[in-house]
């Protein structure tokens, strides 16, 4: 198989914007005050998150990037504006909400071991006015640029709501452009019509409200309706160490994980939707979609922390474990 084109794309990311911030130490003890170990901070660093780290690894595999999404007016937010623009990444349809902070997830990690996460965040949806306003900037975006794919990243944080995600579905359809999803279970089921609706197994448990095991995630007659109530063209499901399955009108096909030494799950399923991104622009089959999705979200659940893909690393393991499998 001939290697995809993962550069020279267009994609415009538009989602829920985090800053990951991690403060790295060992424990020294037991502290005196409470029943919890006390840490000496050694060093911390920030990294851009969710919707912004999808972009960063759609940056890495070398494509063009335009976020459409939501700040604070805080110190978070202005680096975070700050950082995307180093890396070229177009921030014009990135809004500010004074009545809102940037959401900040801190992590404490001890070694290779996380401690403890800390949440700031506000999570009530966009008021009326910026809701009209966002889809505004979103519209003019298009207006100015050749798209692509659209790549949506839903965490649930207020920016897409009942109002937003129709009026953006309805952007793509108007100028002809895929839609791919990464879905949170509050809105699980209005993402309609669109390209590839990629969900992990504990966001399928929340929308539908009940444990469902993997055995039943890899059967094609409950994919089938899954995919049939999101109308969909590709249900793409991630499964962590089960790998990925995806289902289309065509039928059902697994693609198993690869073994990996796992130190950190965060931000895998951003990774895998800037791949399939990247790969519905290129045209490609979803075998290879999910093979190289596979390969990805593996890799950096390898690493400590969020971090992009490295297509180097990436191409090379394709080589070594799979085409010559």
Same mark, same amino acid.
């Given at each position: &198989?001939? !290697?995809?084109?993962?550069?020279?794309?267009?994609?415009?990311?538009?989602?829920?914007?985090?800053?990951?911030?991690?403060?790295?130490?060992?424990v @020294?003890?037991?502290?005196?005050?409470?029943?919890?170990?006390? %840490?000496?901070?050694?060093?911390?660093?920030?990294t851009?998150?969710?919707?912004?780290?999808?972009? &960063?690894?759609i940056?890495?595999?070398?494509?063009?990037?335009?976020?459409?999404?939501?700040?604070?007016?805080?110190?978070?937010?202005?680096?975070?504006?700050?950082?995307?623009?180093?890396?070229?990444? @177009?921030?014009?349809?990135?809004?500010?909400?004074?009545?809102?902070?940037?959401?900040?997830?801190?992590?404490?990690?001890?070694?290779?071991?996380?401690?403890?996460?800390?949440?700031?965040?506000?999570?009530?949806?966009?008021?009326?006015?910026?809701?009209?306003?966002?889809?505004?900037?979103?519209?003019?975006?298009?207006?100015? $640029?050749?798209?692509?794919?659209?790549?949506?990243?839903?965490?649930?944080?207020?920016? !897409?709501?009942?109002? $937003?995600?129709?009026?953006? %579905?309805?952007?793509?359809?108007?100028?002809?452009?895929?839609?791919?999803?990464?879905?949170?279970?509050?809105?699980?089921? @209005?993402?309609?019509?669109?390209?590839?609706?990629?969900?992990?197994?504990?966001?399928?448990?929340?929308?539908?409200?009940?444990?469902?095991?993997?055995?039943?995630?890899?059967?094609?007659?409950? %994919?089938?309706? !899954?995919r049939?109530?999101?109308?969909? *063209?590709?249900?793409?499901?991630?499964?962590?160490?089960?790998?990925?399955?995806?289902?289309?009108?065509?039928?059902?096909?697994h693609?198993?994980?690869?073994?990996?030494?796992?130190?950190?799950? #965060?931000?895998?399923?951003? $990774?895998?939707?800037?791949?399939?991104?990247?790969?519905?622009? *290129?045209?490609?089959?979803?075998?290879?979609?999910? /093979?190289? #999705?596979?390969?990805?979200?593996?890799?950096?659940?390898?690493?400590?922390?969020?971090?992009p893909?490295?297509?180097?690393?990436?191409?090379?393991?394709? /080589?070594?474990?799979?085409?010559?499998?």
């Amino acid at each position: &198989m001939q !290697l995809p084109i993962f550069n020279g794309w267009n994609i415009l990311v538009v989602g829920d914007i985090m800053v990951d911030h991690y403060i790295y130490g060992h424990v @020294s003890g037991k502290s005196p005050e409470a029943p919890v170990p006390v %840490l000496e901070k050694q060093k911390d660093h920030y990294t851009p998150g969710g919707a912004a780290n999808v972009c &960063m690894n759609i940056h890495s595999l070398g494509s063009n990037v335009w976020l459409a999404g939501l700040t604070g007016d805080d110190e978070e937010g202005y680096w975070l504006r700050q950082n995307l623009h180093k890396h070229g990444i @177009s921030t014009h349809a990135v809004m500010i909400d004074p009545s809102r902070p940037t959401t900040l997830k801190t992590r404490v990690i001890d070694g290779n071991n996380q401690l403890l996460r800390i949440d700031r965040e506000t999570t009530r949806d966009l008021q009326e006015n910026l809701a009209r306003a966002f889809i505004g900037t979103i519209e003019t975006t298009l207006n100015q $640029t050749v798209i692509h794919v659209i790549a949506i990243q839903d965490y649930n944080k207020g920016l !897409l709501t009942d109002y $937003t995600i129709p009026k953006i %579905l309805e952007l793509g359809k108007k100028y002809g452009i895929p839609v791919v999803v990464d879905p949170k279970y509050k809105h699980f089921f @209005s993402y309609q019509n669109v390209e590839v609706v990629k969900p992990n197994k504990k966001e399928i448990e929340a929308a539908l409200n009940r444990e469902i095991s993997v055995g039943v995630l890899l059967q094609s007659q409950f %994919l089938d309706n !899954l995919r049939n109530k999101l109308n969909c *063209a590709c249900l793409m499901v991630t499964l962590s160490e089960s790998g990925i399955v995806y289902n289309t009108a065509l039928g059902t096909v697994h693609s198993p994980a690869f073994p990996r030494d796992i130190k950190d799950v #965060s931000g895998a399923g951003d $990774t895998v939707l800037s791949i399939i991104a990247c790969l519905t622009a *290129a045209g490609c089959h979803n075998d290879d979609i999910a /093979t190289w #999705s596979n390969l990805a979200g593996g890799q950096v659940c390898e690493k400590l922390g969020v971090q992009p893909v490295d297509p180097k690393n990436l191409k090379e393991e394709y /080589t070594e474990r799979v085409k010559n499998f």
